[in-house]
């Protein structure tokens, strides 16, 4: 039920299908490495592998980046991974940075709120773009990784076979003719209606709303900055809630939920939209020429698999969970699902590990799922008020909000941040810290030098040692020495806990593993051989 009008600002390029050397239908080469899926999760996973050093090969059944814009809105957790991952000046090129926004209850606002951006951070807490700029970005990192990644545009996934114990079968369909492939390992990215999944019958657990959304993107000349505005009740749109995005090249993003009763179909016809659109501008005071480029409706859900793993099969993105758009934890989550399992996969696949840190992605994973999805729900909730009860309680936060600060809270979008794996089966020791990221803990940011902290990570274990000196070829990882006069803000010895000789190891995607204040080889092996398996390490 989407409808488009004026195109977006972009064009995408269509991509051809090729079919590679067959022998009797099946492809002569088998590929350690299957992803399913090259949205912005399927891509993102591909290039951390390329980055592990694994090929893949990706299979797409479109022609190209997605049309019609979905996801906007990038987190700052999402830009250290495309640091991590070569794909950064992208999204600063072109996303609009925001660090806050206005919540507006019938005429008046209620609240203003803002998002960690003190000038620890390297990067903004949010920028804005569309999708399809997105996986355009991603997609040309990959294809600068092409001798690591082999795209197979308009080729869909048919039929999966995972009856064989070292690997799967996939078979394909393309207009340039059909065939099967062998694959050590597959990655299911093919979004929220994944065929994997219903394929091998499995399920998503948890709960779907019945409110629906309105969402129009429209080209509209405006100077008003970047950030998020929310409308409960607003004058233009009565009874309804209104949330608003910038996005880049004069594009807007608007959401309107619809009222009890209201026919979805009938609610998405021009003819409906664009009043209420008009009224929209009209109360926010914009005078400018718009056209409307897309109109679609959404429905949230809040759904995840229990477990991520089927033997060679892992699931990632849509695939594994779909969490409500409040909150913009959908794309970014499945970003984090993909950096998560690339080094595991790229570990595995290389024989460096044991298949049991697979486990862990799951576990991970499905954990940072079930946090995701209790905010999403908390917000969704806040939005659409699922029943009379939800409704008082709304109404009665956003009327006393203007007069009590401590309400406000409770009006707070809480948009996404990085999740801590806190009961993580990796974890290793934490020995007598007061202060700083435990393990599981994502690296907070601060500077170092004339850089930043989490520019000295790269795509495999760091330890990050406090002190002038260490004896570094004594440790199996690599090793960044932080001496007390790269700290010239005096905050990061502090916000580390740390002291002279204190060590953190980190893992491939930016998590914290273990943390000694006086660590050593042995320390750090055992962590290591935690994670990797012991045999692999000795
Ligand atoms: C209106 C809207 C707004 C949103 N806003 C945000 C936001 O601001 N921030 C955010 O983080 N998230 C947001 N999201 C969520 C975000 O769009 C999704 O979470 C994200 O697209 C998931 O990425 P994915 O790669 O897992 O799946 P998808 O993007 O769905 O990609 C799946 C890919 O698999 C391919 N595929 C499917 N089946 C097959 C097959 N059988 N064979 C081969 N290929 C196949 C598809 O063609 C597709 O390219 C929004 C979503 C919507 C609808």
Same mark, same amino acid.
């Given at each position: ?113 803002? !998002? ?166 009209? !109360? ?210 502090? !916000? ?43």
């Amino acid at each position: 039920m989407s409808r488009s009008f004026a195109p977006y600002p972009f064009s995408p390029v269509v991509h051809p299908a090729v079919v590679p050397p067959l022998a009797d239908g099946v492809e002569r080469v088998r590929h350690p490495l299957a992803i399913v899926g090259a949205g912005p999760v399927g891509l993102t996973a591909a290039i951390g592998l390329a980055l592990q050093g694994v090929r893949s090969v990706l299979i797409e059944a479109d022609d190209g980046v997605c049309a019609g814009s979905r996801a906007i809105c990038i987190s700052r957790r999402s830009l250290e991974i495309a640091h991590r991952l070569g794909a950064l000046d992208g999204f600063l090129q072109i996303g609009l940075p925001w660090t806050g926004g206005r919540s507006y209850y019938r005429d008046a606002e209620v609240l203003h709120f803002s !998002m960690p951006a003190d000038d620890n951070q390297k990067l903004p807490p949010m920028v804005n773009l569309a999708q399809y700029h997105i996986e355009e970005i991603l997609l040309r990192r990959a294809e600068s990784l092409a001798e690591f990644i082999d795209i197979r545009w308009q080729t869909r996934l048919t039929a999966i076979d995972t009856s064989r114990q070292d690997g799967v079968g996939l078979s394909l369909a393309s207009p340039a003719g059909d065939y099967a492939l062998h694959a050590d390992w597959v990655v299911a990215c093919d979004g929220g209606r994944s065929f994997i999944r219903e394929s091998l019958g499995l399920k998503l657990e948890g709960a779907s709303y019945e409110g629906r959304y309105v969402i129009v993107d429209i080209l509209l000349d405006s100077t008003r900055p970047a950030e998020r505005l929310a409308y409960f009740d607003p004058p233009c749109n009565p009874g309804s809630t209104v949330l608003v995005h910038k996005q880049p090249h004069g594009v807007w993003r608007i959401d309107y939920q619809l009222r009890d009763g209201e026919d979805p179909e009938e609610a998405v016809k021009p003819e409906n939209v664009m009043p209420r659109v008009e009224s929209l501008l009209a !109360m926010m005071g914009e005078a400018g020429d718009w056209n409307p480029i897309w109109i679609t409706i959404y429905k949230a859900n809040a759904l995840t698999m229990p477990d991520y793993r089927l033997g060679r099969v892992l699931f990632a993105g849509d695939a594994a969970h779909l969490v409500p758009i409040f909150g913009v934890r959908g794309a970014n989550s499945g970003i984090d699902d993909a950096d998560n399992l690339a080094w595991k996969l790229g570990h595995v696949v290389q024989g460096k590990a044991g298949q049991c840190l697979l486990d862990s992605y799951s576990a991970e994973r499905v954990a940072a799922a079930r946090e995701n999805l209790f905010y999403g729900t908390k917000s969704t909730e806040f939005m659409a008020p699922p029943s009379f009860a939800f409704d008082l309680m709304r109404t009665a936060v956003l009327g006393l909000a203007t007069r009590h600060a401590k309400l406000r809270s409770l009006i707070n979008p809480r948009q996404t941040s990085p999740i801590a794996y806190v009961d993580s089966p990796l974890n290793g020791a934490s020995d007598g810290f007061s202060a700083g990221p435990a393990p599981g803990s994502v690296l907070p940011e601060c500077q170092v030098g004339d850089g930043f902290l989490t520019e000295l990570l790269g795509n495999g274990f760091v330890a990050l040692y406090f002190g002038e000196e260490i004896d570094a070829p004594t440790l199996p990882c690599a090793v960044r020495v932080l001496p007390r006069a790269c700290d010239h803000t005096g905050r990061l010895y502090p !916000m580390y806990g740390a002291s002279e000789g204190s060590l953190y190891l980190v893992r491939p995607d930016g998590h914290v593993l273990a943390r000694w204040h006086d660590a050593c080889r042995a320390d750090v092996n055992a962590a290591l051989g935690h994670v990797l398996g012991e045999s692999i390490l000795s």
